[in-house]
């Protein structure tokens, strides 16, 4: 990672007691606006000493459950309840966020797929890099707030690194289950999900814990997956010991906690076609089993293509358009671990 200091600036103070919200300034000067800033909010919420948690939505423009549980928890958390500190981070990729876009219409970026980022670099990276060497070196936990977006949906679910992984692997299952998702999960090898370019990647790798969530996606809002997360948020401050043990919410039952592993677990397009799934999220399914089919509109008395699960497991993601690509993701499975 770079050495020089970010360039963005944050409008509110990180060490004072009391609650502040502003932006953090990110100038971009364009043909309508020469010296102008892109304004990201940011709340900060600080009452004496004690751990730092950052939560943060947005980081993936077209995710929405995070960003609202964000605006409410900020509308509705007494400052003067919890010990330490808590930065709200809601559209941490700004302009992908007002676009309801995956990426940033400014640079195309995938602010989840630049990390550590460049002080010096395009809008996307110029933020990952304020997140990375700004906000990490303050936190001792992240809660990175995700969905299916538009292209995909999910069980509502959280996720952190496995608990044999050296960088915070321990306690991130511990936070995992104070999460209390009825369904949480490992991703236990690289599926071309991003790595030490994610957020969660990085903040693993410097020790500290690392929580994701997918909470549904479908480019919308999902109520269930909404409280889920709300209850979640709160009961990892609880964990954090940010808010009082009493505030914690327990789940309705144990965190089932799967693995997501290699290209097994996965179904994809292996034809451009129009995709007809036959199972629905949270099925049992069996390897071997139908998982779906493509059809092909535009000649419609050819056959269509039978797609099979290649392993045992819980349906957890599936694709949302019915028009796809060879290469698009149709399903991902989780195994149970037995943790
Ligand atoms: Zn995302």
Redesign the pocket.
């Known amino acids: 990672m770079s050495s020089r200091p970010s360039r963005l600036r944050a409008e509110v103070p990180f060490d004072q007691d009391g609650r502040h919200h502003g932006f953090v300034r990110l100038y971009h000067s364009v043909h309508e606006s020469a010296y102008g800033f892109i304004p990201i909010p940011i709340v900060v919420l600080k009452n004496g000493e004690g751990p730092t948690t950052l939560l943060m939505s947005g980081?993936?423009g077209d995710?929405y459950e995070g960003q609202v549980a964000l605006c409410r928890l900020v509308q509705t958390l007494d400052v003067a309840r919890i010990k330490g500190r808590i930065i709200v981070f809601p559209t941490a990729n700004f302009p992908a966020a007002m676009a309801g876009k995956r990426t940033s219409p400014i640079d195309g970026g995938n602010l989840?797929r630049t990390f550590p980022g460049d002080p010096d670099g395009t809008v996307t990276q110029q933020i990952a890099y304020f997140i990375a060497s700004v906000l990490v070196p303050m936190i001792d936990v992240l809660v990175d707030l995700?969905s299916g977006?538009s292209s995909l949906m999910y069980v509502p679910s959280a996720l952190s690194r496995r608990p044999d992984d050296a960088a915070g692997g321990a306690n991130a299952l511990r936070f995992l289950k104070a999460f209390a998702a009825p369904v949480s999960y490992l991703p236990t090898a690289s599926q071309g999900t991003g790595d030490e370019r994610t957020l969660n990647g990085l903040v693993a790798s410097l020790g500290k814990v690392a929580i994701g969530t997918e909470l549904g996606g479908s480019g919308t809002v999902t109520p269930v997956a909404l409280r889920m997360a709300e209850r979640g948020i709160r009961n990892v401050l609880v964990e954090a010991g940010i808010l009082p043990e009493s505030d914690r919410v327990p789940g309705e039952a144990p965190t089932r906690i799967l693995e997501v592993g290699g290209n097994d677990w996965f179904v994809y397009t292996p034809e451009p076609g129009v995709f007809e799934p036959v199972v629905e999220l949270g099925d049992m399914v069996t390897k071997g089993q139908l998982a779906g089919h493509i059809w092909y509109p535009e000649t419609p008395w050819r056959a269509p293509e039978k797609l099979h699960f290649l392993r045992d497991g819980m349906v957890l993601c599936k694709r949302i358009p019915g028009r796809t690509l060879r290469g698009d993701c149709l399903f991902h499975l989780g195994s149970d671990t037995g943790l």
């Open positions: 980081n993936h995710e989840n995700h977006g």
